[in-house]
Each structure stands twice: as C-alpha cells, then as structure tokens.
C-alpha cells in the first residue's frame, strides 16, 4: 500500500501568514494527489486536484506543486475560516484510495 | 446541485451487522461516477471503504472486502454499506462520497454520520 505522510501534524499560524502543508508518498505517484479541507464537524471538502489544479468555487490563494512522492499544499495569507484539518490523497493505486494523516492548522 | 445524505443507526452491538443508506439527490447514481463510503475513525484517520459504480459493479478495500458489501436501490436513488461482525474499531463517523471511475478524487460529500459500536 502506498502511505501518505504529512507534516507538520500541527501548525500554528497568525491570520496573514503563508503557510506550507507537506504530503510525502511512500512511493512514486505521479501527480495523483488531491487535497482537502475539514472544518470542525463537517465532512471534508476538495481544494486541490492532481496535485496542482484549482476547483471551481475554492479561494485562489489555495494552491498546490509537487510530483512523484513530495507535495505541497500552500496557503498565501491564512484567513480566520482556514483553519482546520488538512488531508492528502491519492489515487495512483485506483481504486484503493489511501489518505495522510492530516495536519490541523491552528490559530496562535 | 448534487447532495448526498447519510443515515444509520447510530449504535450497534459487537458481532451484528451495521447498514447505512446514502440517499442522493440532484444527480442519478446510474448515469455516472462511482459513489463510495468513507470513514473517518475517532483521532481523524481516513479510510475508503469500497464504492458501488453507475453500472451496479463494486470494488471494495482488501482490509475490509470479507465483511462489506455495498448495494444500491436505484428507484429510490440510493446506495447502502452493510459491515458485518463489527467491533468496537468499527466506531467511526461514515461518509458516503461521490468520485470519477479513473478521475479518482472525492468532489461531494455527505454530511457524515456517526455508528459506535458497544454493548
């Protein structure tokens, strides 16, 4: 099975701040990567798709790089509504989807 | 807009059987894209558990693919999970969620809902 390793667990942030998620794969995966946000009792949402491409409705200073095993999910000027849960997946290994253990994103 | 809706029991005895129904609407599960479960375990862990494609085939995660099975009534537009022999490691928030056949990312949720497994 292909593992997903994201870091940190937690970041502290200040509202303005630009701030780094990282996703690492075990193994080579391409760009099939995607990137979701969970708020505090709601069901995850997609922010990013293959790794780099936006999705109709997300904020643009949400974007992601990566490929192969090493991703990264940014956000340019952190807003109050940010934070929350952080999850990669990926979809190299259809259809047995495997998800990273998620970064929580937290107000300093 | 495509909406999908979980309900269940919300409690569950080891060793019985959970079922869940996912209802969707704004979208039929026949004419596209494959509508899976997830769940998400106490701690945040993500597991996918298996989906049931427009045309009726399933695919199932290994872990899990002795004791699930997914099903679907498409009169009334919705699919089901049933997990027999549960444990109380089968306490989890479960999501049904809607993705492509290849283009394999989860564009809408359900709301989630919440199974304890305990005596």
């Known amino acids: 099975d292909i593992v997903l390793t994201q870091s940190p667990a937690t970041l502290s942030v200040t509202p303005g701040d630009s701030v780094s998620l990282s996703c690492r794969a075990s193994?080579?995966?391409?760009?099939?990567l995607h990137w979701y946000q969970q708020k505090s009792h709601e069901s995850p949402r997609l922010l990013i798709k293959y790794a780099s491409q936006s999705i109709s409705g997300i904020p643009s200073r949400f974007s992601g790089s990566g490929s192969g095993t090493d991703f990264t999910l940014s956000i340019n000027s952190v807003e109050t509504e940010d934070f929350g849960m952080y999850f990669c997946q990926q979809s190299n290994s259809w259809p047995h989807a495997t998800f990273g253990g998620g970064t929580k994103l937290e107000i300093k | 807009d495509v909406q999908l809706q979980e309900s269940g029991p919300g409690l569950v005895k080891p060793s019985q059987s959970l079922s869940l129904t996912c209802t969707v609407t704004g979208y039929s599960i026949t004419s596209d894209y494959a509508w899976n479960w997830i769940r998400q375990f106490p701690g945040n862990k993500l597991e996918w558990m298996g989906y049931i494609s427009y045309s009726g085939s399933t695919s199932y995660n290994p872990s899990l693919k002795s004791r699930i099975s997914i099903t679907r009534d498409t009169s009334k537009n919705q699919f089901f999970l049933q997990l027999n022999s549960v444990t109380t490691e089968d306490t989890a928030t479960y999501y049904c969620?809607?993705?492509?056949?290849?283009?394999?990312?989860?564009?809408?949720w359900g709301q989630g809902t919440t199974l304890t497994v305990s005596s």
């Open positions: 969620a809607r993705s492509g056949l290849r283009l394999w990312y989860f564009d809408y």
């Open positions: 193994q080579s995966i391409s760009n099939n």
